[in-house]
């Protein structure tokens, strides 16, 4: 079973959102060529905050990019995005949605983030997400989507912690870099991890 997991394309993540990833845009003639593969299962993941969400600088009245204590974990402080059920939230233009056969939603509670499309921060609650993929018996799992720092490597983390066969997708990614080099280092973290960067093409 080949599952093909898009991560959080969503507007807000992409020039004109709140929480933009300049370089976002970038990714979709590649998102696009793995939409035309044989896979067997197409997933996407959410980001899906409540607007008091505790990731978000304003609830706090403090900046973007500071650190604070939410409840018992380091978390960063984010700009306000992804907003359940606003324009922000909604899968970016420039790729069919109607291939995506289920989607799974993260960061819910508004007491601690979730960069995996497993696990919350703290690995308490699930997103549903391992479990239907042990149910369809699944083996081998392409990661792409944004961001390359932050949920694409915490989901491959945990999809190779749950014994897949993780590929990451280099060029369907992009990251957040608040430092420039993070996207470089979440992926050799990744690859020591277990995981195969490839890009598009080689697939
Ligand atoms: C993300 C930070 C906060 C992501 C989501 O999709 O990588 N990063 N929320
Ligand atoms: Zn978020």
């Given at each position: 079973m080949k599952v093909l997991l898009l991560?959080?394309?969503?507007?807000?993540?992409?020039?004109?959102?709140?929480?933009?990833i300049e370089t976002g845009n970038e990714i979709f003639p590649a998102i696009n060529k793995l939409l035309k593969y044989p896979f067997d299962i197409?997933?996407?993941?959410?980001?899906?905050?409540?607007?008091?969400h505790g990731?978000?600088?304003?609830?706090?009245h403090k900046a973007?990019?500071?650190?604070?204590?939410?409840?018992?974990?380091?978390?960063?402080?984010?700009?306000?995005?992804c907003v359940q059920n606003t324009h922000g939230s909604e899968f970016a233009p420039g790729w069919n949605t109607g291939q995506i056969d289920e989607v799974f939603f993260k960061g819910t509670d508004k007491l601690i983030d979730s960069y995996s499309a497993f696990y919350d921060n703290a690995m308490?609650?699930?997103?549903g997400l391992a479990a239907f993929l042990?149910?369809?018996?699944?083996?081998?799992?392409?990661?792409?989507?944004?961001a390359t720092d932050y949920c694409v490597k915490y989901s491959v983390l945990d999809a190779l912690n749950l014994g897949f066969i993780?590929?990451?997708?280099?060029?369907?990614?992009?990251?957040?870099?608040?430092?420039?080099?993070?996207?470089?280092?979440?992926?050799?973290?990744?690859?020591?991890?277990?995981?195969?960067l490839i890009t598009s093409d080689e697939l």
């Open positions: 991560v959080d394309l969503q507007n807000d993540f992409l020039p004109g959102g709140s929480f933009p197409i997933l996407a993941t959410k980001d899906w905050h409540p607007p008091d990731s978000f600088a304003a609830n706090h973007v990019g500071e650190k604070i204590m939410l409840n018992g974990l380091e978390q960063i402080l984010w700009p306000t995005h308490q609650k699930s997103t042990k149910k369809i018996k699944a083996s081998e799992i392409y990661i792409a989507g944004l993780v590929y990451v997708v280099t060029d369907a990614c992009r990251g957040i870099n608040l430092a420039p080099q993070d996207s470089q280092e979440a992926l050799a973290e990744m690859q020591e991890e277990g995981a195969h």
